[in-house]
Nanobody
Framework: QVQLVESGGDLVQSGGSLRLSCATS????????MGWYRQAPGKQREMVAA???????NYADSTKGRFTISRDIAKNTVYLQMNSLEPEDTAVYYC?????????WGQGTQVTVSS
């Protein structure tokens, strides 16, 4: 059974930082592209950051320079360090594990940034 469990969401003031974690089980973690997505009320879900099985990272323009994605293969966990948070970053953040013929999502964690 595949599980992706996010944690770390919280209420934080503008300019603050948060670190999200996504613990996985039931997948061969090292061969998946792991990503963080977010969905704000009334908006479509968007990619925030992703890290490929090779370790290559990709960021949305809106998060580049502020967010950092990383992974711990030994712990089957992917992280999202978020700095300089802005009210526009308020959303539910979802963890995603993807490869050919496989696409898994976590339940999401709420991040709220107050101005």
């Amino acid at each position: 059974q595949v599980q992706l469990v996010e944690s770390g969401g919280d209420l934080v003031q503008s300019g603050g930082s948060l670190r999200l974690s996504c613990a996985t089980s039931g997948i061969n973690f090292r061969i998946y592209t792991m990503g963080w997505y977010r969905q704000a009320p009334g908006k479509q879900r968007e990619m925030v950051a992703a890290i490929a099985s090779t370790g290559s990272r990709n960021y949305a323009d809106s998060t580049k320079g502020r967010f950092t994605i990383s992974r711990d293969i030994a712990k089957n966990t992917v992280y999202l360090q978020m700095n300089s948070l802005e009210p526009e970053d308020t959303a539910v953040y979802y963890c995603n594990a993807k490869r050919v013929m496989a696409d898994y999502w976590g339940q999401g964690t709420q991040v709220t940034v107050s101005s």
